[in-house]
């Protein structure tokens, strides 16, 4: 899963300043041609997608909380050195409140959602996995309208109905012949509940208004949560180095270098010359390049079943996606962008896994 910036909604040109939209962005959007807009999006949807292979290989032999803590702690570290100092530093200081903001979602993004999921993997198909957490953007219409009384939309209600009928269709089916796990089902559903209230509360939280820095700090705070639980549950015990397999390095290293730092890079460059609306496809794609990637390199099943309840859940994800126009983001807080969809912000927003 990776990071994201709020749900469904382009950030706001530029934070804390309205009414005005900076020249230089305007030519640039100018001057992005379709091809480097298609490149871009084509490295978002296969790195995106790619993750859940990734984080596959790694938690073969690493343990799965102290693997997505160095993935978060690298490409967090990496990430802020290079953006801390950058921007308005002056009118966007970083304090014991945007740090405490930061540590609540990283650790609902970070820990509850890709720690789950890595938790996970090492015992369903990473389709599968992938294919649950396209679930989020369901998870997040409930949990605005339940836990913030967000308005709600006919066309999100249905959407929500029709995307539980896909997680019934997936999980449901565990007891009738099929080799899933329902444990690991059921975690990766906790792990887009989680991704989804971070999502939600990442809206009214104190972050940093600079993207990149608020997506670093989540990092950063998520992977330090991650190392607690991985001691607190015994894992240093479990790290044998000589029994750390060369797929599992590189699952990891993909991770930080192209699932977070290079994917997170083309999609906030989307973000600035590209439709959110067509941005927002990621959500249908990943999926689909995880299920692929899954069953092509792991021989993962692709049962019928699945195939159906797939498709049952990205057309609850189109419904959603599609029910409001885009509207104008409000002045503040912007919550990270990346990683974080692999895992996505599904309300026309995306995520990293």
């Not at 999100?156 to 995307?163: C, M, R, T």
């Not at 409001?324 to 807080?333: D, N, S």
Request: net charge positive; with cysteine; hydrophobic share 50%.
């Amino acid at each position: 899963m990776a990071l994201r910036t709020e749900s469904g909604r382009a950030p706001s040109p530029r934070a804390g300043r309205p009414n005005a939209v900076p020249s230089d962005r305007m030519t640039s959007r100018m001057h992005a041609t379709s091809t480097q807009v298609w490149a871009a999006l084509a490295t978002v949807y296969v790195l995106w997608g790619s993750t859940y292979l990734a984080i596959r290989e790694a938690v073969r032999t690493m343990p799965p909380f102290l693997m997505a803590s160095v993935r978060y702690l690298v490409a967090g570290g990496i990430l802020f050195a290079f953006t801390a100092r950058r921007g308005d530093r002056e009118g966007d200081r970083l304090g014991s409140r945007q740090w405490l903001a930061a540590a609540i979602v990283g650790g609902l993004l970070c820990l509850g959602g890709n720690g789950l999921v890595s938790w996970a993997e090492q015992r369903i198909p990473s389709g599968i996995a992938a294919l649950l957490v396209a679930t989020v953007p369901l998870w997040m219409v409930a949990v605005g309208r339940l836990g913030f009384g967000e308005r709600i939309t006919p066309r999100e209600v249905v959407g929500v109905i029709v995307g539980f009928g896909g997680i019934f269709l997936l999980v449901g089916g565990v007891g009738s012949g099929r080799s899933f796990d329902l444990a690991g089902m059921l975690a990766v559903v906790g792990a887009a509940l989680c991704w989804g209230t971070g999502s939600v509360y990442s809206r009214r939280a104190s972050l940093p208004r600079r993207a990149l820095v608020s997506t670093s700090m989540q990092m950063l705070a998520g992977g330090a949560l991650l190392l607690v639980v991985g001691a607190a549950t015994g894992e240093f015990g479990a790290v044998h180095p000589s029994k750390i397999s060369l797929a599992s390095i590189l699952g990891l290293a993909w991770l930080v270098v192209f699932g977070s730092l290079v994917a997170f890079s083309a999609y906030v460059w989307l973000l600035q010359n590209a439709r959110i609306s067509l941005i927002s496809t990621y959500a249908y794609v990943n999926p689909v390049v995880a299920v692929f990637l899954g069953w092509a390199i792991l021989s993962e099943p692709i049962t019928g079943t699945t195939l159906l309840a797939g498709a049952v859940i990205l057309a609850a994800v189109a419904l959603i996606v599609s029910a409001r126009p885009a509207i104008p983001k409000r002045e503040g807080p912007e919550p990270a962008a990346a990683t974080l969809a692999e895992n996505g912000d599904l309300r026309g927003e995306p995520a990293e896994s």
